[in-house]
């Protein structure tokens, strides 16, 4: 009987020329994993190359919970100057800027709140059970309780919208694989 043993051999080449070589002299050419295909896709990548800083604009559902939502939407009914097309631009590109600001100011790190907040209501919840009669931890459970409460729902309402899944609805409980599945997509 014979063992079947796999052949592999490279037979991809990445070519320059001299114009090329003026022009991009730092670059380094990756070979991809094959995947499903036969063929191994190449990939160049410029060494010197600047890294785009800025991420693309996208809006966030929960953005319109917040109650300065409105007022920050407002702004599209200021009057902008020159024809109604660069009107829309200029009243998209405030609007933008706004609801950045929105983001910046109060929901930036919506995931790592909503987990401090667990971690104090589990200790406040700790300190409850050494002392079930204490008016004052009864009192800031429940208001530990109410935090947790709002910060795991936008977190919650976060990571639905960015992990584009539908069965989130279905009663997932937020496992450690749809946490896994979303690092995974940030990650590509």
Not at 56 to 66: Q, R
Not at 111 to 120: P, Q, V
Not at 121 to 127: G, P, T, V, Y
Request: aromatic share 10%.
């Amino acid at each position: 009987m014979h063992e079947e043993q796999r052949v592999l051999s490279k037979i991809y080449w990445a070519f320059i020329n001299n114009e090329w070589l003026l022009q991009m002299p730092a670059c380094i050419a990756n070979y991809m994993p094959t995947d499903i295909s036969d063929h191994s896709p190449i990939k160049v990548e410029l060494l010197n190359a600047p890294r785009r800083i800025s991420k693309p604009f996208k809006y966030c559902n929960i953005w319109a919970t917040h109650p300065k939502f409105l007022k920050v939407v407002t702004t599209w009914q200021n009057v902008e100057s020159g024809c109604a097309m660069l009107q829309v631009v200029k009243k998209l590109k405030s609007l933008k800027r706004n609801l950045k600001e929105l983001n910046k100011q109060h929901f930036r790190n919506i995931l790592t709140e909503a987990e401090d907040d667990r971690t104090k209501l589990e200790q406040i919840q700790k300190a409850l059970q050494a002392n079930p009669r204490d008016q004052n931890v009864q009192v800031q459970e429940k208001e530990q309780y109410q935090k947790f409460k709002r910060s795991s729902y936008l977190a919650e309402g976060f990571l639905q919208q960015s992990s584009k899944a539908a069965w989130i609805q279905l009663g997932d409980d937020n496992s450690k694989y749809f946490f896994s599945v979303i690092k995974h997509r940030r990650l590509k």
